[in-house]
């Protein structure tokens, strides 16, 4: 065969395989009347891994990286583009790949109908599979199931437990902070974080802290052990590709021992249920109030599930936020003020303020806490898509029909950096763009309305059960740590300290997106906690 007729070849079988199904769903795409954007590579497999590949060896010339497609597709694209490709296309936007149309979501609006009709737009049960490792939970069910998993959930996030985060964050944040100020320089912020977020989840939802003479085991050590195995269970599941055979090995031995933990801790409390009573997230999977149980698997399952989602998305906001206020000066400054005035107003003196009391009043805590989350958010894209019926958005009185079996990404970090919503200052950390004040006081408070464009811990009936736990915690840290201190960079011997400050914030802004959005080397940031 000539080189002429494999060509042809070639070219002919691409075109059945690929091209023709490319132009169908082109086709179907134009009958949407918004802006399409064209990619010969699918969002998943082999051609989309080797894409990235090449775009990270930085081979390629600057006017191929600019096409539209590889700003999509690219590694990380979503939080580094950020709103940029929906100011040149549309907030609303379909990426046509020779698998499928997807379409991407960057107007509020749209978002929270998407989010809002959650029988309409369910999660996609392929991305959710690899979240099943010990059994199905809260986060990747439908349906009914959903419904049942939720009822059952919903009820430990009570007042008692949140008085009992309140207590437990601000008795770990102390340890924390003894351990700081007695340090020079601080290069473990992320894993003490990490820690004092897990050791509260484990007293406040599990009741276990190893003081109980009941428990089973040295539950401290319990702690640490679920922290390795978390951590390196989870880097397998976001990245399954990077892992080499010492890295299987490694993550088969974390699977095991995690499901072991998890099943020891059920076990020990379905042992200790009959004679103790518990409010807490456990007890309350485990004693429904009807037949509608869940299965031994569910319980686990949703054991990892709130390990994982109720520790490290409340643990990296922490890291943020100390790092954000220690390369910002003067916006710790404005923090301390409120902080100062908080705790001076406890008249009693008490070492923890009262949780009823204080949480009400914190506002400009409050508005770091959201402008950190609006532009460092755990989940830059909240993945959903149509059921198996044609779903019709509205949009300014105008209908958009969108195709049955269509994947929807809901932008998040685009929508948090909106200019027309946010400012002209989209990108910048700026915490008192969230600070309104009444017109006929000097009361200052967090606006509601841009709350409302705040979809950090989701929207719709899916928002997210602990969303005021992990502020609760998130409150009581910081009042703890600056109740005397402040925070401060340490410059390496060769930096200023305004290179160490653009350093940080180098690596802030590069942060990079596994199952949540990480800041690399976060370590390699000295602080330190100085007296005031």
């Not at 010969?40 to 006017?63: E, K, Q």
């Not at 943020?320 to 009693?348: H, K, R």
């Not at 929508?415 to 989209?426: E, N, V």
Request: charged share 20%; aromatic share 10%.
């Amino acid at each position: 065969m000539s080189f002429a007729s494999a060509l042809t070849f070639v070219v002919a079988i691409w075109c059945i395989y690929v091209g023709w199904p490319w132009y169908r769903n082109w086709k179907q795409a134009k009958e949407l009347h918004i802006p399409v954007i064209l990619s010969p590579v699918s969002t998943s497999g082999v051609a989309l891994g080797l894409l990235r590949y090449i775009l990270d060896l930085n081979v390629l010339p600057a006017y191929i990286t600019r096409f539209p497609f590889i700003r999509l597709l690219r590694r990380n694209s979503r939080f580094q583009e950020k709103f940029a490709v929906h100011a040149e296309y549309g907030k609303l936007l379909i990426l046509v790949t020779p698998a499928t149309c997807e379409l991407y979501i960057a107007d509020v609006d749209a978002a929270k109908q998407v989010l809002t009709r959650w029988r309409d737009f369910p999660k996609p049960s392929s991305l959710l599979e690899k979240m099943n490792v010990f059994g199905k939970n809260l986060a990747t069910v439908e349906g009914v199931d959903w419904q049942r998993h939720r009822k059952l959930t919903a009820r430990a996030f009570h007042e008692k437990l949140h008085e009992a985060v309140w207590v437990e964050s601000t008795r770990n944040a102390l340890k924390v902070l003894k351990k700081w100020i007695n340090t020079k320089s601080v290069y473990s912020t992320r894993s003490d974080m990490m820690a004092l977020s897990l050791g509260v989840l484990f007293k406040a939802c599990l009741n276990i802290d190893g003081v109980d003479k009941d428990d089973t085991r040295m539950l401290a050590g319990d702690v640490a052990a679920c922290q390795w195995h978390l951590d390196v269970v989870l880097n397998g599941i976001s990245n399954p590709i990077g892992l080499e055979v010492g890295g299987i090995k490694k993550l088969k031995t974390s699977y095991k021992a995690l499901g072991e933990l998890l099943t020891e801790f059920v076990e020990a409390r379905t042992a200790r249920s009959k004679h103790t009573t518990h409010a807490d997230l456990l007890s309350s999977i485990l004693a429904p109030t009807d037949h509608r149980a869940l299965s031994t698997d569910e319980v686990t399952g949703n054991l990892f599930l709130f390990m994982f989602a109720g520790h490290e998305t409340t643990a990296n906001a922490l890291i943020y936020i100390i790092l954000l206020m220690a390369i910002f000066p003067a916006w710790q400054d404005w923090a301390l003020a409120e902080v100062d005035q908080l705790l001076y107003n406890q008249a009693n003196g008490e070492e923890v303020p009262s949780y009823r009391q204080i949480l009400p009043q914190i506002q400009r805590l409050r508005a770091i806490l959201y402008e950190t989350l609006r532009l460092y958010g755990p989940v830059p894209t909240i993945v959903r898509q149509t059921n198996s019926m044609a779903q019709t958005l509205v949009l300014s009185e105008r209908e958009t029909i969108i195709p049955k079996d269509t994947p929807v990404n809901v932008n998040t970090i685009a929508l948090h950096t909106d200019p027309k919503q946010w400012g002209p200052d989209p990108l910048a950390w700026r915490p008192d763009r969230w600070i309104s004040q009444e017109s006929d006081s000097s009361l200052q408070m967090v606006s509601n309305e841009l709350f409302r464009c705040l979809f950090a811990w989701g929207d719709g009936p899916r928002l997210c059960p602990g969303q005021k736990f992990s502020q609760i915690e998130i409150f009581a840290v910081l009042l703890c740590l600056f109740k005397s201190h402040r925070v401060e960079l340490v410059a390496s011997p060769d930096q200023t300290m305004d290179q160490a400050r653009s350093h940080a914030l180098s690596l802030i802004q590069n942060s990079m997106v596994g199952l949540t959005l990480q800041m690399p080397h976060a370590e390699s940031v000295g602080l330190q906690w100085v007296g005031r």
